[in-house]
């Protein structure tokens, strides 16, 4: 089982001072970001920044502005005279935007679709299956700004689980969850492990001091681990008749669950 990064750390584009503070807060992927977080007379400050940035790129992935503003084209520019290993792309709508979207950058690299509206999850099987896109992360307040709800759990419950399941139809991997805008440690933890028990297989995060509590949600417990092998060793050591561990009776679904467990230990 590929293991594919859990969390995911914006810093804003314009701000080449926190790159390396940002690299260095044990996020598995920065995004330098383009988009929301650079006000948009900023915009062409950031891109020289992105390009003149001296990072190890594989870590890192872009996020440019909709295809739909009149950023789009420059930020594809800066990307694509960067080595960045990625670039995240908002409010993604379609299949034929992705494929034009790495037609332009002109090189091979990984595209990460947002879910952040109606249209974009109404088309997600197809930018699913699209070449690129390994994964899509959702953008909870701008799907909750198009659909008219709340940005509460309760009200996008429904579409995060949209999101997981067609991505496990789609042969894609686990969806990244969106952001946490509290930036308390209980807050993000508590997201992380709802996001976790929803499928998700990662984040996004706002600030450093959100990694440790993220990874912490995601990754198995100690206890969760020894159960996991205590199942494979069980199951492992065969003989006749049924299996059980811990008086649970151990059949394929409960072995490829511990098989799966073992797989995301880092």
């Known amino acids: 089982m590929e293991l594919l990064p ?26 330098l970001d383009l988009e929301d977080a650079v006000k948009p007379d900023a915009k062409p400050t950031a891109r020289e920044a992105l390009k003149a940035a001296d990072l190890d790129w594989s870590r890192v992935v872009v996020r440019i502005n909709p295809v739909t503003t009149p950023f789009y084209a420059d930020d594809i520019a800066a990307v694509a005279a960067t080595g960045a290993a990625g670039v995240m792309f908002p409010k993604a709508e379609s299949a034929d935007d992705v494929a034009a979207l ?6 091979e ?10 249209l974009g999850l109404d088309q997600i099987d197809d930018i699913l299956r699209a070449d690129g896109v390994r994964r899509v992360a959702f953008g909870h307040l ?13 009200a996008l419950t429904l579409i ?3 999101i997981v399941w067609r991505s496990r139809v789609c042969g894609a991997g686990a969806p990244i969850d969106s952001v946490t805008p509290e930036l308390t440690e209980d807050a993000v933890e508590a997201d ?3 996001a976790r028990s929803y499928g998700f297989g990662g984040k996004l995060l706002i600030h ?33 008749g049924a299996i059980t561990v811990d008086g649970r009776m151990v059949d394929k679904p409960v072995e490829d669950a511990a098989r799966r467990i073992l797989a995301t230990i880092r």
Do not use: C, H
């Open 160 to 162: 995060r689980q949209q």
């Open 6 to 31: 859990i969390t995911y750390l914006f810093v804003p584009a314009d701000r080449p001072d926190r790159f390396a503070k940002a690299m260095a807060a044990g996020a598995d992927r920065v995004i």
């Open 208 to 240: 450093p001091k959100q990694v440790e509590p993220t990874l912490a949600a995601f990754l198995p417990t100690e206890a969760e681990a020894n159960w996991a092998q205590k199942v494979i060793d069980a199951v492992t050591s065969g003989g006749s």
């Open 192 to 194: 992380a492990a709802k």
């Open 109 to 118: 690299i990984e595209v990460v679709p947002q879910i952040e509206t109606a």
């Open 142 to 154: 701008d799907f909750a700004f198009d659909l008219g709800t709340s940005t509460d759990w309760d």
């Open 102 to 107: 790495r037609r332009a950058i002109g090189r």
